[in-house]
């Protein structure tokens, strides 16, 4: 009895998650597309040779300024439009701030890590102080709705495809674009001539100078790509995920990201899987209470604080990063401005 | 003559820097000031910073404030320097901090009868090793199996303030409140010298940031501390162990960050409550940079932070500019910090720009590499 | 061995006229440089360390602005302002230091920057494949587009570095000393394809320490010093002792005299030693080596052959699988480093910017690196205290012994030059209480002076009772200072020479292949 | 002008926080208009700063001082104790002074210059329950709370999970407690667990978080319940869905504090906004047409009843 105790609970345990899947497929890839997105920004970068810890806040500015559009103009222009501005303008805000970290890092050679924090204070003051002064005092919010994309019941309601349909397509369309982003990057990054010069760049900045490549220029491009990725992310906080905007509501977001993007040793298909299984912790979470399980398995895990369940893909990813992923090489030049000697 | 000569070469950017933020920002003031109730007001900056300076420095309780908003800045700030000197970037200040507050706050809630030369040593013990005890793990992972110190610590950061707040809730909740909160740490609380809340905290913060500089500078642990950072490799073939002296060097720094949340609590709080931000760890990083990693830049930056922090509220209740613009102003002064290329042509600064080495290991390491094997390094 | 028909044709291709370059930091590195280089013919540049030989290829390949000077390309004044206008004139550069992206493999190293794409910039790796496969066929050398260039060895690299010239269908190829660290085989395969470029008409620059390879391979020879051209001759009219004197300025003597060892008892044992390397392969398969104090023991050996693994396990930083090391007849196999530092041993690594040095370190700090620890450089309460008196001390002395060209003891190591740096660590490393000294090509890099400074302590340190290990890629530099000759290959020793020059060619044979012929 | 100077204490993090900070703000600028003060905020970034922000205001002799949130409380009590020229209010803050050390009732005495404001939010929650349990069809419904460990929060769902048995008593609620109020991604989370469970009406108490649980639920055409404040104006982006809000009339018990003041002098011991003071209440109800038969009554009479004391909501 007491032997079989353990192995039942285990057994019981796979069979819970195995009932529980159609409800945590849905749920994850919203949870998992703010890092997703960061994680792809800061590949964009460090394969290029430029380290980015300021994604979390490029994100909050992006998000501020997008809802600020849309909180501008959906009752002139209409919610559907001003929405699509909105997120257009949050993804040109994270360009415009890839290209002043770009200019920092590649042609003031600043250090990056502090361009970075500054990055991160700056959002956290501008965002607010316009808060202050521009949105409460309309004591108005909303900045319009995207429509949700619902796949027809029918295909929902299906045993084991529905789920797996749903947890790609019952998504808004942000959501949705992550998986475009991280195949087409995957693909572009190791098969196509911008991806090798990348790569070169990062790796070896002055080899690829000998060969007649414009390191800056390769730079540039790479870090205001990323910054329009970061500023994506922060369309979906406000856009598409609540409709509203808070003081730091990033909270932390691009800093996981970061975190997604070693875990995913800096490439795009690792990164989105460091989010995704973020993304799946944080919905166990979620699912295990609203959907307990019965039994003994169903006492334990009610007996574990909810703090604990919250904590679980924070304390996951130390575990799996230190037993499983170990040691991770960035790209070699990654953090180190590239200097023509004895050039003007 | 010469030593303050040499002390300019190495302050003048970060001053110039300073002015210049003030400046931006106060266009940003004045620009702004059209959208509010107030209407265009060309003089609202200088009002607003003529409130911070009197708030900081225009009484000696604002002089106070000031001093005990830095004094957790500076172990803070230490906490990071010392990480960035070993080629560390402990983002995990945050989390150290408020391991090392809650400790405080139990040990001391529980000793708080008892005669102070007794709870309060004990309490701030116990958070100096709990911090240790937190920044350790990140050391060890990284020196055992690699693990990046900045992914753990941001996680580690998270999950300590969802399982403190869970222990304050399950295990040291203290009865007769409406919200989970532990006792009050009552004699264990650190003595008040001067006024109203200059506590023993602010001495001992700036006994650390002499007795880390004294580390570093003279000590063969500071050796190899700062050996391990700029060339591990070298460091090894010298007979180093980088290994143990990543993990020590973390453990190091999570218990200045741990001391930092310990003197909080002991000096101001007096409880722990989940509501407990650590707006420490964050602004700790900034003052770091500020400080060029070095203790005495460190102690002048926590300076600089604790006096905006002790400004602030003048500002806010005489000319209703957000405090948000706080977080704006210490932002341009790193931006101008960093890039110190505008300054110096502003300014026509000669100085040569105080090398930070660490910084650019830092930057270096990001991912594990050492610097030596990056390209470049021949001959 | 001028067998190239077009060879010396008039016709300069390449005209360089009164190149000059000062650097921001003050070094003059070139002062109004005159070269001609003709259509079909391989001219090599001579010059020790800091001659500005680079300088100048860099200026040609557009890497380095000139401050005064022209450059004329088929008569016709060429303004280079950056490597993609050289390129576009035919202009190739092997640099001195490998120019190839570890991580990629030799196709996407070669094509990079002229890549083969189909539509929307995809890469055509195949296609690549079959071009740079078809090219290495044309001189003569077989190389696998997809393997990674991290995974070749050093003559592999060599390679493909040519071929990414070649690709770029050069008319005018610069080798900044591309055979510093080839044996002689791979030296003689890279000759061959030379010699086969300059039958297709290639104009070759090619710049070298080694006066009997530029006696060879060159078709005329032009000498550099401190910037200025202060020589030009035919290798059929001049002789290694003329170039040497021109190159240094003064008559240096080339061959150290090693003088007669007198072997004493055994300093270092090195008994059935196997090790692996990183990757857990085995690198190390059963060394036996007994060096004597008062001898020097030379290990030639292809880079790669597990002579790093082996230096490892002597120096303290890795653990053998099977077998001891003895120093001094005290078993050292687990001590750590600083107990065999203790018991008397030294190390000068190949690396200094890697393992010797920390560059950001001022010199005096350097100094005392392997020995931060002991007294009298640490003292007061405990040994944990710093003596800044005892260290300053100490550097003042070093410097003035070895000869260490420093403004002070107090400046950054990474400003001095790479001679001074290596003088550094010798003069760090050999101190009087030694019993066994490990050399890793303790002068690769360094010119003529610098190398017979070098040599000297060397010697100087045996007559004393110093049982040396040299372990060294270059061949020549182990049989100038060797005693006793070993060959290392695939992680064992496979022979044994008293050295002596007529076995030149077989130990060159048995690095290459394992076995002599 | 010569009027009151009133000035309020944020609990922290930010003024525009959708919830406590903003609405007692609102509420004490309507008070200062009201008595013809004048009113300025300190915004409070670090718990550490709770004690100088309020000694700030006392040091520039204002005269009436309100503070935001039950975690600044201890410093309020203290300041009081030691300003007895000064009103102090406490938003959200239930006043115990212990008599002495092993003293839990409280029964110490209140200085009569501090009053604590509270709320019962369980009478809100259980008005909005009632709604749901009228309007569920599945006969599931989900509620999203914050923190588990925030009394307010946790009050607003008993009460709620109450209201609902009171008109279907084998209602089932599905409860969570996502432990952060700043992710609307694991709000919309939640709910969508909870509607693809069955729930056809969601309530949040999360802050933020909660407009990612409404979010969700006009996604997918269930009903959602607001919080604090009638969300159907506050957030119009999603009116569609939401059908009433618990309140929690904040903005009206600060100001109504002030006007307190002003009209009966020092004020003292905890001030209840409940049922018998509107103090709470549930938001119009919205988007039913027909509204059900009987559900208005059954919120008046709830209210009554509550005034009454006759229900006790938990
Ligand atoms: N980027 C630089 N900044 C300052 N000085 C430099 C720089 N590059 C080279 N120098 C100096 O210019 C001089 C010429 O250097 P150069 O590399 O051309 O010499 P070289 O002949 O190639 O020497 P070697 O045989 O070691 O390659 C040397 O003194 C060198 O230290
Ligand atoms: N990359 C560099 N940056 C700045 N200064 C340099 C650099 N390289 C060399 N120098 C300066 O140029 C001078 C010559 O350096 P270099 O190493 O070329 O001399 P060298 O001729 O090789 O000397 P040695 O023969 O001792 O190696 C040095 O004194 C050094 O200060
Ligand atoms: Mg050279
Ligand atoms: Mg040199």
């Known amino acids: 009895m007491d032997l079989l105790a353990i192995p039942r609970l285990v057994f019981e345990f796979a069979v819970y998650l195995l009932t529980v899947l159609p409800d945590l497929l849905p749920i994850i890839l919203a949870l998992a597309t703010p890092l997703a997105l960061g994680a792809l920004c800061g590949v964009l970068n460090e394969r290029s040779g430029v380290v980015n810890i300021g994604i979390e806040g490029m994100m909050l500015m992006s998000a501020f300024f997008g809802y600020l559009t849309g909180f501008a103009l959906h ?195 690792g990164s989105f899987l460091g989010a995704l299984l973020f993304g799946t912790a944080t919905a166990f979470g979620v699912v295990v209470s609203v959907r307990p399980a019965e039994g003994d398995l169903g006492v334990i895990l009610r007996s574990i604080p909810t703090f604990w369940y919250a904590a679980l893909p924070y304390l996951l990813t130390v575990v799996i990063l230190a037993g499983v992923v170990g040691r991770s090489v960035p790209p070699a030049a990654d953090g180190v401005p590239y200097a023509k000697e004895g050039k003007a | 003559m010469t030593r303050l000569r040499a002390a300019w070469r190495v302050a003048s950017i970060p001053v110039y820097s300073i ?43 604002g002089i106070s404030n000031t001093l005990v908003a830095a004094a957790p800045l500076m172990f803070g700030g230490l906490a990071v320097g010392l990480g960035l000197k070993a080629g560390l970037f402990n983002i995990g200040v945050a989390g150290q901090f408020l391991v090392g507050a809650f400790a405080s706050a139990v040990v001391g809630a529980s000793l708080a009868g008892a005669p102070m030369l007794v709870g309060m040593p004990l309490a701030v013990l116990a958070g100096a090793l709990a911090g240790a005890a937190y920044g350790f793990i990140p050391g060890f992972l990284k020196a055992r199996t690699g693990a990046h110190e900045v992914v753990t610590t941001i996680m580690l950061n998270n999950a300590a303030t969802l399982l403190l707040t869970w222990a304050v809730n399950d295990l040291v909740r203290a009865p007769g409140f409406t919200f989970p909160r532990t006792a009050a740490v009552g004699e264990s609380a650190l003595p008040v010298l001067i006024g109203r809340n200059l506590h023993l905290g602010v001495v001992l913060a700036v006994v650390a940031i002499f007795v880390v500089r004294w580390v570093l500078d003279r000590t063969t642990l500071g050796f190899e501390i700062r050996t391990v950072g700029l060339n591990p490799e070298a460091a090894r073939y010298a007979g180093m162990r980088p290994v143990f002296i990543t993990a020590l060097t973390m453990t190091l720094s999570g218990l200045l960050a741990g001391l930092a949340g310990s003197i909080q609590m002991l000096g101001v709080i007096g409880f722990y409550a989940p509501g407990i931000t650590a707006s420490v760890g964050f602004d700790s990083i900034a003052v770091a940079l500020l400080g060029r990693s070095d203790p005495i830049g460190i102690l002048f930056a926590a300076l600089l932070f604790g006096a905006f922090r002790a400004g602030a509220p003048l500002m806010q209740i005489e000319t209703s500019v957000p405090i948000e613009v706080i977080d704006i102003i210490q932002a341009l002064v790193i931006l101008f910090l960093a890039a110190d290329l505008i300054v110096r042509r502003l300014f026509r600064v000669r100085a040569a720009k105080p090398e930070i080495a660490e910084l650019q290991t830092v930057t270096k390491t990001w991912g594990g590499t050492t610097p030596s094997t990056t390209p470049g390094g021949g001959d | 061995m001028k067998d190239g028909p077009t060879a010396g044709s008039a016709r300069p291709v390449l005209e360089m006229r009164g190149i000059t370059k000062r650097f921001p930091t003050g070094t003059l590195a070139n002062d109004g440089i005159d070269l001609d280089v003709r259509r079909g013919e391989i001219h090599a540049l001579l010059g020790e360390n800091g001659a500005g030989k680079t300088t100048l290829m860099n200026i040609l390949y557009g890497l380095l602005v000139p401050d005064a000077g022209e450059i004329r390309i088929d008569g016709a004044v060429a303004t280079i302002h950056d490597p993609a206008d050289a390129i576009a004139r035919g202009i190739g550069m092997v640099h001195q230091h490998f120019m190839l992206v570890p991580v990629l493999t030799v196709a996407e190293n070669v094509i990079l920057g002229q890549e083969i794409t189909r539509a929307a910039q995809i890469l055509d790796l195949a296609e690549a494949g079959r071009r740079i496969r078809a090219l290495g066929a044309r001189l003569g050398f077989d190389i696998d587009p997809g393997a990674r260039v991290s995974g070749l ?32 085989q791979e030296t003689r ?14 104009s070759i620059v090619f710049i070298s320490h080694k006066l009997d390879e530029v006696l060879e391979i060159a078709d005329r020879i032009t000498v550099i010093r401190r910037g200025r051209v202060v020589g030009s001759r035919r290798p059929g009219e001049t002789s290694e002792q003329e170039l040497a004197d021109l190159m240094v300025g003064r008559s240096v003597s080339l061959r150290v005299d090693r003088g007669t060892s007198h072997a004493g008892a055994p300093a270092l044992e090195i008994v059935g030693l196997r090790a692996n390397d990183d990757r857990r392969h085995e690198t190390v398969r059963g060394v036996d080596v007994t060096v004597r104090a008062g001898e020097i023991v030379g290990i030639a050996g292809v880079a790669g052959n597990g002579q790093d693994e082996l230096i490892e396990c002597l120096v303290g930083l890795r653990r053998p699988t099977a077998g001891a090391v003895r120093l001094a007849g005290r078993d050292v196999t687990r001590a750590s480093v600083d107990r065999r530092r203790d018991v008397g041993f030294a190390f000068v690594p190949a690396d200094r910017h890697r393992y010797g040095l920390v560059l950001p370190y001022t010199v ?110 270059e061949l020549d530099e182990v049989l100038e200072l060797s005693d006793r000759v070993l060959v290392m290959h695939r992680g064992r020793i496979v022979g044994e020479f008293a050295a002596s020059e007529a076995q030149r060619d077989r130990i060159g044979l048995l690095m290459a292949k394992g076995a002599a012929a | ?87 102090f209010f406490g938003i959200d803050q239930f006043i115990c002074v212990p008599a002495d050390a092993n003293d839990k009732e409280c029964k110490g005495k209140v200085p009569d210059n501090y009053q604590g404001l509270v709320f019962n939010e369980a009478q809100a929650g259980y008005l909005a329950g009632i709604v749901a349990g009228t309007i569920t069809k599945s006969g599931k419904i989900g509620a999203v709370g914050g923190r588990s460990d925030v009394p307010p929060v946790v009050n607003y769902i008993k009460g709620y999970e109450n209201g609902a048995k009171s008109v279907k008593s084998n209602v089932q609620v ?107 209440g549930a938001s119009p109800i919205r988007n039913l047409s027909p509204v059900p038969a009987g559900l208005e009554d059954k919120i008046k009479q709830a209210t009554e009843d509550m005034k009454s004391g006759k229900l006790k909501p938990v």
């Open chain 1, 75 to 269: 009752q002139t222009v209409g919610s559907a439009v001003a929405i699509w501005l909105g997120i257009a303008v949050a993804v040109g805000v994270g360009a415009l701030l890839g290209l002043l970290h770009a200019w920092l890092s590649v042609s003031v050679r600043a250090d990056q890590i502090i361009a970075g924090t500054m990055m991160n204070i700056a959002a956290l003051g501008v965002t607010g102080y316009l808060n202050r002064l521009i949105i409460t005092p309309s004591g108005r919010g909303g900045a319009g709705v995207i429509p949700p994309f619902r796949i027809p019941p029918e295909l929902a309601d299906l045993p084991v495809v529905g789920p797996i349909l749903a947890m790609f397509l019952d998504q808004g369309p942000i959501a949705m674009s992550v998986i475009v982003f991280v195949l087409v990057l995957q693909f572009g990054l190791f098969r196509t001539r911008w991806g090798l010069r990348t790569r070169a760049v990062g790796e070896h900045p002055k080899a690829a100078d000998t060969l007649g490549i414009d390191v800056f220029r390769q730079r540039y491009l790479n870090v205001i790509l990323g910054g329009a990725l970061a500023g994506l992310a922060g369309a979906f906080l406000t856009l598409e995920s609540t409709g509203s905007f808070q003081n730091g509501m990033t909270g932390g977001r691009g800093f996981i990201a970061l975190a997604a993007m070693i875990f995913g040793r800096w490439t795009p298909v």
């Open chain 2, 19 to 61: 002015l210049l933020a003030l400046l931006v920002a106060a266009v940003v003031i004045i620009v702004s000031s059209t959208f509010t109730a107030t209407g265009f007001d060309p003089l609202l900056p200088l009002a607003a910073y003529l409130r911070l300076l009197i708030g900081a420095f225009g009484s000696p309780s």
């Open chain 3, 153 to 184: 060895s050093v003559g592999q690299q060599q390679r493909v570095e040519i071929a990414k010239a070649v690709y770029r269908d050069v008319r005018i190829l610069v080798l900044d000393e591309p055979t510093a660290v080839l044996t002689p």
């Open chain 3, 189 to 202: 395969e890279i000759f061959g394809v030379l010699r086969a470029l300059r039958q297709d008409g290639a």
């Open chain 3, 364 to 473: 005096r700090d350097n100094l005392v690196l392997t020995r931060y620890a002991e007294r009298p450089y640490v003292g007061g309460l405990g040994t944990f205290i710093r003596q800044d008196a005892a260290i300053d001390e100490a550097a003042r002395r070093l410097i003035a012994e070895f000869d260490i060209r420093t403004p002070s003891e107090r400046d950054p190591v990474s400003t001095l030059s790479g001679g001074n740096q290596q003088k550094v660590i010798v003069a760090r490393e050999f101190r009087q209480d030694l019993k066994v000294m490990v050399l890793d090509q303790p002068t690769r890099g360094l010119d003529v002076g610098s190398i017979e400074f070098i040599h000297r302590q060397v010697i100087a340190r045996r007559d004393a009772g110093v049982g040396v290990l040299l372990v060294s890629a």
């Open chain 4, 1 to 87: 002008g010569g009027g009151l100077k009133i000035g309020m204490v944020t609990d922290i993090g930010q003024l525009e926080d959708k919830s406590f900070n903003e609405f007692s703000w609102k509420g004490v600028q309507d008070g200062a208009k009201a008595v013809g003060g004048t009113a300025q905020v300190i915004v409070t970034k670090d718990i550490a700063d709770y004690k100088q922000n309020i000694q700030q205001f006392v040091d520039q002799k204002y005269d009436v001082i309100v503070t935001v949130g039950f975690l600044i409380g201890t410093d309020t009590l203290a300041a009081a104790q030691a300003n007895p020229g000064i009103q």
């Open chain 4, 174 to 280: 599905l409860v969570n407690y996502t432990e952060d109020f700043n992710a609307p991604d694991k709000g919309e989370a939640s709910a969508k667990t909870m509607i693809s469970q069955g729930a056809d009406v969601v309530f949040q108490v999360a802050g933020l978080t909660g407009a990612g649980v409404l979010r969700a639920a006009c996604n997918a055409k269930v009903w959602g319940i607001g919080v604090d404040v009638d969300q159907y104006l506050s957030l119009p982006d999603l009116q569609s869905c939401i059908v009433t809000s618990a309140e929690k009339r904040l903005q009206n018990a600060a100001g109504e504090a002030i006007k307190r003041f002003k009209d009966k002098g020092k004020q003292s011991g905890n001030y209840t906004n409940d049922a018998t003071n509107a103090g709470i």
